[in-house]
């Protein structure tokens, strides 16, 4: 998987100190765990963590099956599917959102900047 990060530092979310935000390329295939096909494609996603840092090391914390309001808003959603890699589509994606105020509007819930974000996003 290929990746390019924005750790958003959240303000006022209990139980989580950090967003992991991103655009990400997954290489699809089967999912042996509930049986679906993934496409291969580009993908916004969010994850919701606790990130700390120690002696010089970082640590990361997330729960996988959490049923909180954030961890609800941080979903992935698929942008392009396509057929093969390509590095500058993942930077043009990457470069293209304005990190900062993406993860106030994850941690706000401001659907509608979520919804513009994602959509111009597929025109790329």
Do not use: H
């Not at 924005?6 to 209990?14: G, H, L, S, V, W």
């Not at 609800?72 to 590095?87: A, D, G, M, P, Y």
């Amino acid at each position: 998987m290929q990746k390019l990060t924005y750790n958003y530092k959240t303000k006022n979310t209990p139980g989580y100190n950090t967003i992991e935000l991103g655009i990400y390329y997954e290489i699809g295939g089967y999912n042996y765990f509930n049986y679906t096909v993934k496409p291969r494609c580009f993908y916004i996603g969010a994850l919701a963590m606790n990130m700390t840092q120690c002696d010089g090391y970082s640590t990361k914390q997330y729960a996988m099956f959490d049923n909180s309001e954030l961890a609800n808003t941080c979903q992935n959603v698929i942008l392009k599917e396509v057929t093969r890699f390509n590095n500058s589509t993942l930077e043009k994606m990457f470069k293209a959102v304005d990190w900062e105020k993406y993860g106030q509007a994850i941690e706000n819930k401001d659907l509608e900047y979520i919804k513009t974000t994602i959509d111009n996003l597929k025109t790329i």
